[in-house]
């Protein structure tokens, strides 16, 4: 409301008659953060397989039978023994078992960490500005001093 609609004079603090009041805007920046995903990782387990040849060193217990010349006659389920040769019975013998066991042989750490960095965004603001044009003043018109103001 100014003094056309309800016909007082308003004045400022020190006393001078508000003409008129305007109010200047300006835009200033607002940014809004949103997230996106920027990429995705799979996390999986492989299983690849190898050969390999594993050496083991193995035992066999045998009995040897050597026929000596000269004495008497040997047998060995029911079939007589030549002298001079060496036979062989078999006792025990060891045989392989492979068995596989699971180690540990690497370790893998995975970890996310939220990582904070500056980026600048050129912006271009606009703001009103008060722009006052000075016009001729007519020959009749006189100027004001401070004392005629008040």
């Known amino acids: ?23 200047l805007h300006e835009e200033r920046a607002t940014v809004d953060v949103v997230r996106e995903a920027a990429g995705s990782v799979e996390v999986r387990r492989v299983v690849t397989e190898r050969q390999e040849t594993v050496p083991i060193t193995l035992y066999r217990e045998v009995l040897e039978i050597t026929v000596k010349d000269g004495g008497g ?17 078999p006792i025990s013998e060891e045989r392989a078992e492979v068995r596989k066991q699971v180690y540990p042989f690497q370790e893998v750490i995975i970890a996310k960490e939220l990582r904070r960095f500056t ?31 008040r």
Do not use: C
Not at 1 to 23: A, F, H, K, N, Y
Not at 73 to 89: C, H, K, S
Not at 124 to 141: F, G, I, K, M, Y
């Open 1 to 23: 409301m100014d003094e056309r609609e309800t016909g007082e004079v308003v004045r400022d603090s020190e006393g001078r008659q508000i003409v008129q009041r305007l109010v």
């Open 73 to 89: 006659q040997v047998l060995m389920n029911g079939e007589a023994l030549e002298p001079g040769r060496t036979y062989e019975i």
């Open 119 to 149: 980026q600048d965004e050129q912006v271009t603001l606009r703001r009103e500005e008060l722009d006052v044009q000075h016009l001729n003043v007519t020959p009749d018109a006189t100027p004001r001093t401070n004392d005629s103001q």
